[in-house]
């Protein structure tokens, strides 16, 4: 299956040889670019090469191959670079000192809840968050009967709920959780969106009882003078996978953080416990899927466990097919009637077992039920 994908990779590759070198920047940037031939990167594009970057959520690679070869492009170019990775700075920033507000009301309060993703995941992975970019901070809900308590702690930070109309009665609070996952939350003062995840993964109507310990075995660690919790590293890698592979992979940084994260911690991480975490969340084809796909893109080997363990080739192979698709498209995922079934397929190729290929159907026509009672947002 691994040379199937492979050759597929190089077919999507080859067509565009703009992508291929902006793999060959992210592949090299493991080794620092150390072992990059610069003559296999196209600079010639580079106002598409920059484009790719933005929308691969990419660009700190990009900075700092350019910064490593600064002969390759202009002195104007290089400044739009610097330009754009000091304005993402400025809002990574921004959005480290909005996490700890909303951290700090949390604990006083005695909130169950565990940060994902952003600012903490930036300086976990790259040492500095400033480097990573999030559209939005991600907080999970340990316990759902708690979203009173979160509405009203981020209300006092002057955030709003953009479907809080959504949330006015029961039985309105309970078909709007069952349909979607997270509540959206804005703040205009201080420009920042938060993301409340009120279940850990979509999708999961009749199959919740899969992440009844999700939370089970939280760490908290030091952060920012305070402490936050945060999954266990086996939990939180399938978590990133399963995002991931939810998304089809169609943001490269996915990718990345994915990859990052097993490099660096590839010596505690215990494969056997990620098989087993992935197991009991039926989420072991993304994990699979993954890594398969960091084979395709940066060549980067596929442990033997997961060699071992694979299951349905053929679904796997579909699945990874789709993805390069998804990743290579110059438009990103597309909004085309067809493009929303088509994802709706590969979610269900995705989710192994009756029930769950049951669940992603229901939950679609559920957020469409949602929308066609109380509308989009407001």
């Known amino acids: 299956m ?11 590759i080859l067509s565009n040889p703009l992508f291929d070198s902006f793999l060959n920047i992210l592949s090299a940037s493991k080794d620092e670019f150390s072992k990059l031939d610069t003559d296999s990167v196209n600079v010639n594009e580079f106002s598409k090469l920059s484009t790719l970057s933005r929308r691969h959520s990419s660009d700190y ?54 940060i994902i993703k952003g600012p903490h995941l930036a300086r976990t992975l790259y040492g500095n968050e400033s480097t990573k970019v999030s559209v939005d901070l991600d907080i999970m809900m340990v316990n ?42 804005f703040s205009r003062i201080a420009g920042c969106a938060v993301d ?35 999954l266990p590293p086996e939990k939180y890698f399938v978590y990133l996978c399963h995002h991931g592979a939810c998304h089809q992979f169609a943001r490269l940084g996915w990718l990345m953080d994915i ?58 192979e579909w699945l990874a097919v789709n993805c390069l698709k998804a990743v290579s498209h110059e438009k990103g995922e597309g909004m085309t009637l067809k493009a929303r079934f088509d994802r709706i397929v590969y979610l269900v190729k995705l989710t192994k077992g009756f029930a769950g290929k049951v669940d992603v159907v229901l939950s679609v026509l559920l957020r469409h039920l949602v929308l066609l009672l109380f509308g989009p947002k407001g």
């Not at 691994?2 to 999507?12: C, G, K, L, T």
């Not at 490593?68 to 330009?83: D, G, K, T, W």
Request: proline content about 4%; overall charge positive; some cysteine.
């Open 259 to 316: 990859r990052n994260f097993y490099d660096q911690r590839k010596e505690i991480l215990v494969m056997d416990k990620i098989l087993s975490v992935a197991g009991s969340m039926n989420t072991k084809r993304s994990v699979t899927l993954a890594f398969y796909m960091l084979e395709a893109l940066f060549h980067d080997p596929v442990p033997e466990k997961i060699k071992q363990t694979t299951d349905r080739s053929g679904t796997l």
């Open 196 to 230: 409340l995840h009120v279940k850990p993964f979509a999708n999961t109507i009749l199959t919740q009882w899969r992440h009844r310990n999700f939370f089970s075995d939280l760490e908290r660690i030091p952060f920012e003078g305070i402490t936050i919790p945060v």
């Open 61 to 114: 690679y990009l900075f700092l191959f350019f910064q490593q070869f600064p002969h390759l492009i202009s002195q104007e170019q290089m400044n739009q670079i610097r330009e754009r990775i000091t304005r993402q700075a400025v809002r990574s920033l921004n959005q480290l000192n909005v996490l700890i507000l909303i951290c700090s009301s949390l604990n006083n309060n005695n909130i169950k809840y565990t």
């Open 2 to 12: 691994a040379e199937r994908v492979a050759f597929m990779s190089s077919m999507f």
């Open 144 to 185: 759902p009967n708690d979203l009173s308590d979160f509405n009203r702690i981020l209300a006092d930070l002057d955030f709003a709920c953009t479907e809080k109309k959504l949330l006015t009665g029961s039985w309105k609070q309970k078909l709007y959780i069952a349909a979607k996952r997270e509540v959206h939350y």
